[in-house]
């Protein structure tokens, strides 16, 4: 068996896949911490956004006919069982704007706004929640963070790649949304 030390040892991932349990629990805490001290100001701000990661697509890939903007892929609900189709779809119910980030470094805004204008909710692993948010609200955005329900990317974590997914309910009520609006429905 290949340690993670080896095995990542020259890969841009190295950082992330050889970091310890404990890192991933401070990690959790500071993403709620980030959550808990950007609420308030997510919950007023103009305009939601919900930033995605490319893991949570329709297997084949070749089939995805996401369409690139200025500000990052937009879903064209090509595939029916895609994930991030599903939460386009949420997302016109509920008002809040879907983009596929490919990663972090992706994220950028191409028009100004104010601090406050534009509430985003990213969506990552654990170890790249607090620096994707760290960034967003650099950039002027108010982040707000929603963990992956698990890591299955291609690129980092699984040899072939898994769809990953997030709890449906906690976006929902990280937007505001409660339980009870959704059952009346």
Known sequence: MILAKEKYKYREDYITCTK????????????????????????????????????????????CKSIK???????ANCTKSCHINKYDKLGKDYNFKVYII?????????????YGDIGIIGVACVLNLISGGLKAKNIGFV??????DYCGCKSHWHESGII??????????TLGIESANIQGD
């Open 102 to 114: 490919p990663h972090e470094s992706n994220i950028t805004v191409k028009r100004k706004f104010q």
């Open 20 to 63: 310890k349990e404990v890192e991933y629990h401070l990690n959790m805490v500071g993403a709620e911490i980030m959550n808990k001290s950007y609420r308030e100001m997510f919950i007023k701000s103009k305009e939601k956004r919900l930033l995605l990661p490319s893991c949570m697509k329709a297997q084949n890939e070749n089939y």
């Open 69 to 75: 903007t200025k500000e990052g892929y937009i879903c």
């Open 164 to 173: 990953t997914d997030i709890n449906e309910e906690k976006l929902l009520n």
């Open 143 to 148: 982040p707000q963070c929603v963990f992956l």
